[in-house]
């Protein structure tokens, strides 16, 4: 089955204490990218990634670093958590194409809270 | 800089029935796409239905339709014969070209109820 996953599901932390969130597809898909969804701010892009060893800022990227080694892997890493990246994560994927017109397939999301 | 504004923070609908949720944009790229997510209580996101802004018909697949109107700005999707699992929230987002690549702009949500 194609399909985008996310471990953990489901994260209680504390502050300091360094995480990651990983995520991988099983499409081949070149493009993916991290969002975070918070109430009434809606989802944000944190960080995406075009290939391997290529990622860029997003529009909310302090806090976090990427690394994409893998064309199927991109994980989330948070250094230091704070409690206002207490947030819900989803990653996505989608196959190279002119970037506007590809539809972007989601994993199931990650609830992460600091305290 | 490029908005998506959903303007019904929540609506109820009959089984059944079909229902409209709406959609404008505000963009100067010429060259853009317009999408539809479902995000169901659950939590994960969904895609249902895409349209090009150089499309000339409007996007359909299955009981979801999208009424395009390029002019308006607005890309409203249509769920015909609503079903109860279709209770959910609805976003419509938007990719521009000229936007850092594949970057999706998400509207605020419809929240959607079906009632039998």
């Known amino acids: 089955e194609a399909q985008v996953t996310q471990n953990p599901r489901y994260l209680i932390t504390v502050t300091g204490k360094k995480l990651t969130v990983t995520c991988s597809q099983n499409?081949?898909?070149?493009?993916m990218s991290w969002y975070r969804q918070d109430p009434g701010l809606g989802l944000r892009q944190i960080y995406y990634?075009?290939?391997?060893?290529?990622?860029d800022k997003g529009d909310v990227p302090e806090g976090y670093k990427v690394s994409r080694k893998e064309k199927r892997n991109f994980p989330l890493i948070l250094e230091s958590p704070s409690p206002n990246q207490t947030s819900l994560y989803f990653c996505?994927?989608?196959?190279?194409?002119?970037?506007?017109?590809?539809?972007?397939?989601f994993g199931p999301g990650t609830r992460l809270t600091v305290l | 800089a490029q908005k998506i504004t959903q303007t019904q923070p929540g609506m109820f609908v009959q089984e059944k029935e079909a229902v409209t949720l709406d959609c404008t944009y505000d963009t100067s790229d010429p060259s853009y796409g317009l999408f539809w997510y479902k995000q169901p209580s659950s939590g994960e996101m969904i895609f249902l239905i895409y349209?090009?802004?150089?499309?000339?018909q409007n996007a359909t697949e299955g009981r979801y339709s999208l009424n395009f109107q390029k002019a308006r700005k607005s890309a409203n999707l249509v769920i015909s014969a609503s079903q109860l699992g279709d209770s959910a929230m609805y976003f419509c987002a938007m990719s521009v070209s000229m936007d850092s690549w594949g970057k999706l702009q998400f509207g605020a949500g419809t929240q959607v109820v079906v009632t039998p």
């Open positions: 349209q090009g802004s150089y499309d000339q």
């Open positions: 990634s075009m290939n391997v060893e290529v990622t």
């Open positions: 499409m081949n898909h070149e493009y």
């Open positions: 996505a994927s989608s196959a190279a194409g002119t970037g506007y017109t590809d539809t972007q397939y």
